[in-house]
């Protein structure tokens, strides 16, 4: 694995080539252009706030309903939108698989580096919502980098898998949009946490990504630390989640362009 992370780094300016080629494509010919980045998390979160502030309460303490489901439908739309654009990257590119030789991990990658601009961007908006429901930006914002780079290990792990998985089986890309639709209701992007019975509890911390979005809540909306058990539990989940994405990626790699 050393030995392909090296060979990748040595085509990091064809990554970086292809994640700027993506950007453009992405709003090429656009009226909205990047505005498209925020207009998903900030439609859901418009909605999100009618229906569970106006029909059903959801108990979010003393942040404003807005500001907690954006909080988390920022990340999430960012793990979604890497992996649901990046699992036909290899099908959708067969011209370059099959005639020229290169690290095949760069364009899953790329899209990843990509919808991290999309992320970027939306971030944008969730420090002028801070600003506007007088949420105090605290110094636990520190952290947020190492949130970061736990999610992107977590999202790099699963499009290396899904992205090779859907060369040899084309329904992956018919899977994944479902699983990630069922994976959202099992995460506390709409609920607090604290409405998970307690007998559940310990199941549903199992989910990296509840412990990566409670972690990114705690930083920005409680302006505390996050839980040590859960950094704890995303750092490990996401380092073996990728390391087991990209050691299956390059196993399987020599088939694609025959397949493809």
């Not at 370059?96 to 580096?113: C, D, H, N, Q, S």
């Amino acid at each position: 694995m050393l030995n392909d992370l090296r060979q990748l780094y040595r085509y990091r300016e064809l990554l970086y080539v292809w994640t700027m080629r993506e950007i453009r494509v992405r709003y090429k010919q656009s009226a909205l252009g990047a505005a498209w980045a925020i207009l998903q998390p900030v439609s859901l979160m418009l909605a999100f706030s009618v229906i569970f502030t106006a029909f059903v309460k959801i108990p979010t303490g003393n942040v404003p309903y807005p500001v907690f489901s954006y909080s988390a439908l920022l990340p999430w739309t960012f793990f979604v939108g890497s992996i649901g654009l990046a699992v036909s990257s290899l099908t959708q590119n067969m011209n370059l698989v099959t005639k020229i030789y290169f690290p095949r991990e760069v364009l899953p990658i790329a899209i990843v580096a990509a919808a991290m601009v999309d992320f970027l961007v939306g971030a944008l908006v969730f420090l002028v919502m801070l600003v506007f429901y007088r949420v105090p930006v605290n110094v636990t914002f520190a952290v947020l980098p190492v949130l970061v780079a736990l999610q992107v290990l977590l999202t790099l792990g699963i499009v290396l898998v899904a992205s090779a998985m859907n060369v040899f089986f084309r329904d992956i890309r018919f899977v994944i949009p479902l699983a990630l639709q069922l994976w959202m209701y099992v995460t506390p992007i709409i609920y607090p946490i604290t409405l998970v019975p307690a007998r559940f509890r310990t199941l549903y911390l199992l989910n990296p990504m509840t412990d990566i979005i409670e972690s990114y809540r705690d930083v920005t909306l409680y302006g505390k630390l996050p839980n040590p058990e859960y950094v704890a539990f995303a750092t490990v989940t996401s380092i073996v989640v990728f390391c087991l994405g990209y050691w299956y990626f390059k196993w399987v790699e020599w088939k694609f362009a025959d397949l493809i």
